[in-house]
């Protein structure tokens, strides 16, 4: 019986892994981060381990002048590398590679106020009726094209509900959407599509 607290046990988790290079082994990524970890591996290079130094993934990823677009912004390695404390190196293999880069991505989350922003978005939403079977059915409910402010800016539901993985649903109650909403709040992508 697969272990509920094994971060590798999300159902999503292996469809992510196939996007990125092949692992020996599943790192211990939990799915939010993992998420984000996909879109910057999507641009890098083919990269070969182990990786010393910061100085050496610089010139791995094609040296200081390189850019990349992730998710339609330029970022050469210098940039990402400044997040990268010396002792991130050296870089064993591709699984410690992506769980540095998911630790990465869980130390320059911010910590919303889940509270605030969970009671911010609820008056800003219609009457909801449960249980919610799917999230076309509570894009109806919403409305697809009316805009609301979540965590400081203006979204459509009808781009974000793809970011609600399917696993959420059905959505049984207020209590079950609150809860859930939180775990959105806390797991919000750093880097989006406009």
């Known amino acids: 019986m697969a272990n ?8 999503e988790v292996q469809a992510l892994l196939k996007q990125l290079p092949p692992v020996r082994h599943t790192p211990l ?15 890098l290079p083919p990269l070969e381990y182990p990786i010393g130094s910061a100085s050496e ?22 940039r990402m590398i400044k997040y990268m404390p010396a002792y991130y190196f050296p870089i064993i293999s591709v699984e410690n590679f992506i769980e540095k880069m998911a630790e990465l ?6 910590l919303p106020d889940v509270p605030k922003e969970l009671a911010n978005l609820k008056q800003q939403l219609p009457s909801l009726h ?4 799917s999230a076309d059915e509570l894009l109806k409910m919403v409305g697809p094209k009316k805009a609301y402010r979540f965590q400081g800016i203006d979204v459509l539901p009808e781009q ?6 399917s696993h959420f649903f059905p959505i049984h109650s207020e209590e079950d959407f609150d809860r859930k909403v939180a775990q959105l709040i806390l797991t919000r992508p750093l880097i989006v599509k406009d």
């Open 4 to 11: 509920k607290f094994d971060k590798r046990n999300h159902p």
């Open 160 to 165: 974000m509900v793809h970011y609600i993985p």
């Open 130 to 133: 449960f249980p919610i079977a």
């Open 29 to 43: 990524v939990d799915v939010a981060d993992l998420r984000e970890v996909v879109k910057v591996f999507a641009v």
């Open 105 to 110: 991505v869980r130390n320059n989350r911010k």
């Open 57 to 78: 993934l610089i010139e791995k990823l094609g040296g200081p002048d390189k850019t990349f677009d992730i998710v339609g912004v330029s970022v050469d390695p210098l």
